[in-house]
């Protein structure tokens, strides 16, 4: 009799060790596919990008246009949203319209980002957008960077900024200056800013404003100016088909590729960088969910291989900041841009 009770309480006790460790599996497996799984998994959070859309706030064919496309051409091919991503278009005011269409119409819109730049920063400083500063957008991530050229047509007289600078001391009237934006915008900042390393009054130069980089290449081109104070990136195409030259790169090191053998202005005596961000902001409104799905998305993006790929062939360089740290940045480099327009005479 003791015999068979010890056996009944051994196949019990067996049975409870059994199913115990089945339990613990179980456990560790849900354990890991909650951790494991992808950020828009509604295991993640119930917020879902359905319709998502990236609005340039420009013309086609520019820098804004570019962050756009790579944000929309890398999450397609990496498969981080299930639904291809729209591109349209906001003109006017080298970004104010945009600005100021989603602050007062699209400020809680969750599958909204707008392309924005440290041009777009610029403008805050200057008081171009407006009566709105700085914090009435969420500002989300940059994911790439560019930098500023001096280009002129491929057949100019002038090989180098010390023959450009000696013709601007000569003539400033001569020469035209043509960019994005009227006075005050980010390519006039760096003629302004190269002309005044070269001993000239900036009020001094002419310059022709454009409402993109497109029509400002294609003056350039055609003989309506003689200088484009554009982005390396905007003028890949044109230099690769020889319609232009680049004298110089606004940057602290030369570039790769192409732009290899050109020098930047450091090398040639002046001073002078222009970085350009390549970011996002959305809706003031937009709760911190989405907005959150958003950063952690981008994060995700910047990491594949397809976002490195889109990005070497759009002609942009790396540069990742995004979330909170973004935020802090774009503050900083408003109150930046504001003394610095204080010190080439834009604002008092």
């Known amino acids: 009799m003791e015999l068979k009770v010890f056996s009944v309480f051994k196949v019990l006790f067996v049975l409870f060790e059994t199913s115990r460790d089945i339990m613990k599996k179980l456990l560790l497996l849900f354990i890991s596919i909650m951790t494991t799984a992808p950020f828009h998994s509604p295991l993640a959070t119930a917020f879902q990008v359905t319709q998502p ?4 706030a420009a013309k086609a064919g520019g820098g804004m246009d570019l962050s756009c496309q790579l944000v929309a051409k890398a999450l397609l091919a990496s498969n981080l949203i299930d639904a291809p991503m729209s591109v349209r278009y906001k003109t006017g005011g080298i970004g104010a319209v945009a600005y ?3 602050i007062g119409m699209r400020n809680n819109d969750p599958q ?29 991530g940059a994911l790439a960077a560019d930098y500023g050229v001096i280009a002129v047509r491929h057949d100019s007289v002038w090989n180098s900024l010390n023959d450009l600078i000696a013709k601007l001391r000569h003539a400033p009237f ?3 200056i043509g960019g994005s934006g009227s006075t005050g915008s980010q390519d006039w900042m760096k003629a302004a800013l190269l002309v005044q390393e ?24 055609n003989g309506y100016i003689d200088i484009f104070p554009g982005d390396a990136a905007e003028l890949k195409v044109p230099l690769a088909k020889g319609q232009i030259k680049i004298l110089a790169v606004l940057s602290d090191h030369r570039l790769p590729d192409e732009y290899a053998e050109i020098p ?3 090398e040639q005596g002046y001073l002078v960088d222009w970085t350009i961000w390549r970011g996002f902001y959305m809706g003031p409104q937009v709760s911190d969910e989405s907005y959150q799905w958003w950063v952690n998305t981008l994060k995700r993006l910047t990491r594949t291989v397809e976002f490195q790929e889109q990005r070497d062939a759009l002609g942009l360089y790396p540069f990742t900041m995004l979330g909170s740290d973004f935020s802090n940045f774009v503050e900083e480099t408003v109150a930046k841009q504001k003394e610095l327009a204080v010190g080439i005479g834009l604002l008092k």
């Open 112 to 140: 909204l980002i707008v392309a924005a730049s440290s041009g777009s920063a610029l403008n805050i400083a200057t008081q171009k957008f407006g009566s709105y500063s700085v914090n009435d957008v969420r500002w989300l």
């Open 53 to 56: 859309e990236c609005l340039v």
């Open 100 to 102: 100021n269409h989603v």
């Open 264 to 266: 930047t202005a450091r």
């Open 174 to 176: 001569a020469v035209s």
């Open 198 to 221: 070269g001993s000239i009054d900036p009020a001094r130069i002419r310059y022709v404003g454009f409402e993109g980089p497109k029509d400002a290449t294609e003056a350039l081109i």
